[in-house]
């Protein structure tokens, strides 16, 4: 859509700057306001829903986690180069799977750290603004003889 939109934009010679976006209404920064084109966001009802459909569930969110994190993981010996793409690998294959899930109203965020052992102590620690009543989250840690590797994936409500 933002495409043929500057296209249109071009041949009415109104568009030299970049788009910008407002809310579902994609706008030029230069086009001229005695234009009759509809420069307003559309409106949309209210659903008065509080609830989801379908809740985020940290049972089956468990079990996917275990099983990518032990299926990627079990023959790997700790390499500080290939690490960071494993990490991200694994992260986008736990949050295809748990969207698959179709969990109503709810973003997933997926965190994956793999740290070497070497006779150290790690702490972290994360914050957040949560609801109790709706946000939850799920871990797993995987521990071998070179490293430990360990996700945290948080199903964050939203309306």
């Known amino acids: 859509m933002a495409t043929t939109l500057i296209n249109y934009l071009k041949k009415k010679g109104r568009h030299t700057g970049p788009l910008y976006r407002q809310g579902s209404v994609v706008r030029s920064a230069t086009v001229d306001d005695n234009s009759t084109e509809s420069k307003t966001a ?3 009802q209210n659903t008065y829903r ?8 940290v049972d089956m969110v468990d079990k996917i ?4 994190m032990i299926n990627n993981l079990e023959d790997i010996v700790y390499d500080p180069k290939e690490c960071p793409r494993l990490c991200g690998e694994i992260s986008e294959d736990i949050r295809d799977r748990i969207k698959r899930l179709n969990f109503d109203r709810y973003k997933i965020v997926v965190i994956v750290t793999i740290n070497e052992k070497a006779s150290q102590a790690i702490q972290s620690s994360m914050r957040f603004i949560w609801d109790v009543a709706r946000d939850n989250y799920s871990t797993f840690t995987f521990e071998t003889r070179t ?3 360990y996700c945290c994936v948080f199903g964050v409500y939203y309306e």
């Open 65 to 68: 986690i275990k099983q990518v």
């Open 147 to 149: 490293f430990f590797a």
């Open 42 to 44: 559309p409106r949309y």
């Open 50 to 57: 509080l609830e989801s459909y379908k809740p985020f569930n």
